[in-house]
């Protein structure tokens, strides 16, 4: 008996059909790859307003500060006591794991700039919003929790910035955290400025908060909240740019909140996760949390006292 093999065609036209649904389902494998991971980060994000709301409750409502190195004697760094709020909050959580988000490549490692005693990359931030509109009074403090007064500059000058629980008019509707990855902000660095070499890390220096255009006057790196129609006044220096619907990270709408989509899908495809200071988390487009600052100021998320 003859055997009869598969001839040349018939060959590739078994290759040319194992291509097409290749091209068609590894697309679909990536996308649910990516949405299981934006799951984990929704669950980190909540379990980390959990802590803060438990760290609260404990201290008669008031949030801790996001930034404060007069708890160790005025140092920034290496502090054995608590100065950033990751640190506050951390005893509340257990698991230093949800401090990373897994869409985060830089999340849990160590800056080799820097070495160990600057701590972890972290993913994560909370709202620190010092309101850059109004200059002329120092920036008051209208975020949940800030830096101790720095100077003449910025907030109360001289007393921690950090709010109470009761001052919030609008729980559902204020940001109390929200992601902040490490990679993006080593990406922004100025690669000509010493800066480059700050992150978003869990024992040195002020970027694990979102704190406004005016923070940065500091050389501390990307905090501009969103704004959706792009009217916030910037004070970017020392940094370089202009805010526009396509500007690279932090000078687009979403500002120095982190996305997981890229800006070549569009600003409004771009999600990221946030926590509400009553407790509830959900992932949303940045630019929504602040539509118009200067012309809706009622809906900013990051004013707590608005």
Not at 54 to 70: C, G, I, L, V
Request: proline share 7%; with cysteine.
């Amino acid at each position: 008996m003859k055997l009869r093999g598969f001839t040349l065609i018939e060959l590739l036209v078994v290759i040319a059909i194992i291509a097409i649904l290749a091209a068609i389902l590894f697309p679909v494998f990536a996308q649910a790859k990516m949405a299981a991971k934006k799951t984990v980060e929704l669950s980190n994000v909540k379990q980390m307003s959990l802590g803060i709301i438990m760290y609260e409750n404990d201290y008669d409502d008031n949030y801790s500060t996001a930034f404060n190195p007069a708890n160790n004697g005025g140092s920034w760094a290496g502090s054995p006591n608590p100065i950033l709020w990751c640190q506050f909050v951390q005893p509340y959580t257990k698991n230093i794991n949800i401090f990373y988000g897994p869409t985060d490549s830089l999340g849990g490692v160590i800056n080799s700039n820097l070495g160990t005693w600057a701590g972890t990359g972290l993913s994560l931030a909370v709202n620190g919003w010092y309101d850059e509109l109004d200059w002329n009074n120092g920036c008051p403090f209208h975020g949940l929790m800030g830096m101790t007064g720095q100077g003449g500059w910025l907030g109360t000058k001289g007393a921690p910035d950090q709010a109470n629980e009761s001052q919030v008019t609008q729980p559902a509707a204020t940001v109390l955290l929200t992601e902040k990855h490490e990679q993006d902000i080593q990406a922004a660095q100025d690669p000509g400025s010493w800066i480059k070499y700050d992150g978003n890390l869990s024992n040195y220096w002020p970027l694990g908060f979102i704190g406004g255009g005016q923070v940065e006057q500091g050389g501390w790196g990307p905090h501009l909240i969103p704004d959706g129609n792009l009217l916030d006044p910037g004070f970017i220096q020392p940094w370089t740019g202009t805010r526009t619907p396509t500007a690279a990270y932090p000078f687009g709408p979403n500002g120095s909140v982190s996305t997981t989509a890229p800006s070549t899908a569009g600003q409004n495809n771009q999600t990221a996760c946030f926590a509400f200071v009553d407790g509830h988390a959900k992932a949303m487009n940045p630019a929504a949390t602040d539509p118009d600052m200067v012309g809706q100021p009622q809906n900013n998320m990051w004013d707590a006292l608005r």
